[in-house]
């Protein structure tokens, strides 16, 4: 889930648009079981990175973390989102619980990692 390196190039606006597609696709395809399509989204060194969930590398590992049910099943909704370059921001929520999904694309637009976010009310 590295940004880009020094000297490294954004990517064009069709690999951030054809990522956006992946990433919405992606909650599809998580919502409804179908996880070889999910995995499709996947880059092959891809890292998950939440904090309900043991993290995961690579698209073997991350599948096998859903299909074991160590990543919480949920019904994504998803309320907003935000695209620039390799990086795309997801808000939505679960019914349980709102989140903040931020996606690393590869040069290819695949999943190269997404990091989740909780909101939770400050500690009193």
């Known amino acids: 889930m590295n940004s880009q390196q020094a000297g490294e190039r954004s990517p064009s606006r069709i690999v951030t648009a054809a990522g956006v597609d992946h990433v919405r696709l992606s909650y599809h395809y998580l919502d409804s079981g179908d996880l070889d399509g999910y995995g499709s989204l996947l880059h092959e060194q891809v890292?998950?990175?939440?904090?309900?969930?043991?993290?995961?590398?690579?698209?073997?590992?991350?599948?096998?973390?859903?299909?074991?049910?160590?990543?919480?099943?949920?019904?994504?909704?998803?309320?907003?989102?935000?695209?620039?370059?390799?990086?795309?921001?997801?808000m939505g929520s679960t019914g349980r619980s709102e989140f903040v999904d931020v996606f690393t694309l590869s040069a290819e637009a695949m999943l190269r990692g997404c990091r989740r976010y909780y909101f939770a009310p400050p500690a009193a």
């Open 47 to 90: 890292e998950l990175d939440r904090p309900d969930a043991p993290s995961g590398h690579g698209r073997a590992e991350v599948v096998r973390l859903h299909r074991d049910g160590l990543v919480p099943a949920a019904r994504h909704l998803i309320h907003r989102i935000v695209a620039e370059g390799d990086r795309v921001v997801v």
